[in-house]
């Protein structure tokens, strides 16, 4: 199975900040990459797919990069609403996979 | 709107089986794949099965085959996930979810909570 690898686990940052995740492949996955936010208590929603498309309704100041093995998921501008945990999934091939998730805390 | 609402989850003993059902509406079910994930208490998403639209293909995560069974009614619109020889690394909340084009989940439940427990 292919494993992703977020970093870092948790990130502390404040309000209007510009905050990066990655998201490491264990083997190259083309573009099959979506990124996640998930509030406490709430489903997960689909912010990024495609590794770099936005979900229609998602705020620009998220964008995603990367292709093959490194992606990064960057929030710029941060907002009260964004402190979250985000996950990044993979879609290249079977079995599907998560990344461990980033918590985002406020500063 | 698309709705999603899982039902069926509960309190079952080590070794019991239990069926998830999920309830879609507000689109074309009969067009789109269908995941489970779930989510272990204060845990991160476990990816745990797919079918194909037309129900013909399924896959499923190692942590599962053997034990669990995704299939799908399109006439009823509706998803279930048969879950057998449950353990305790079973407990956790199980998300109905659609795959759209794009390699993307755009809709999830609000899940059901499986609680494996003596």
């Known amino acids: 199975a292919i494993q992703l690898t977020q970093s870092p686990s948790s990130l502390s940052a404040s309000v209007g900040d510009r905050v990066t995740i990655t998201c490491r492949a264990s083997q190259g996955i083309s573009s099959a990459l979506a990124w996640y936010q998930q509030k406490p208590g709430k489903p997960p929603e689909v912010l990024i797919y495609d590794a770099t498309s936005l979900e229609g309704g998602v705020s620009s100041r998220f964008s995603g990069s990367g292709y093959g093995t490194d992606f990064t998921l960057t929030i710029s501008g941060l907002q009260p609403e964004d402190f979250a945990t985000y996950y990044c999934q993979q879609f290249n091939s079977y079995p599907i996979t998560f990344g461990q998730g980033t918590r985002l805390e406020i500063k | 709107q698309v709705q999603l609402v899982e039902s069926g989850g509960g309190v079952v003993q080590p070794g019991r089986s239990l069926r998830l059902s999920c309830a879609a509406s507000g689109f074309t079910f009969s067009s789109y794949p269908m995941h489970w994930v779930r989510q272990a208490p204060g845990k991160g998403l476990e990816w745990v099965t797919l079918?194909?639209?037309?129900?013909?293909?399924?896959y499923y995560a190692d942590s599962v085959k053997g034990r669990f069974t995704i299939s799908r009614d399109n006439s009823k619109n509706t998803l279930y996930l048969q879950m057998k020889n449950l353990g305790g690394d079973d407990t956790a909340v199980y998300y109905c979810v659609r795959e759209r084009s794009g390699w993307k989940l755009d809709s999830w439940g609000q899940g059901a909570l499986v609680s494996v427990s003596s």
């Open positions: 079918i194909s639209f037309d129900g013909n293909n399924k």
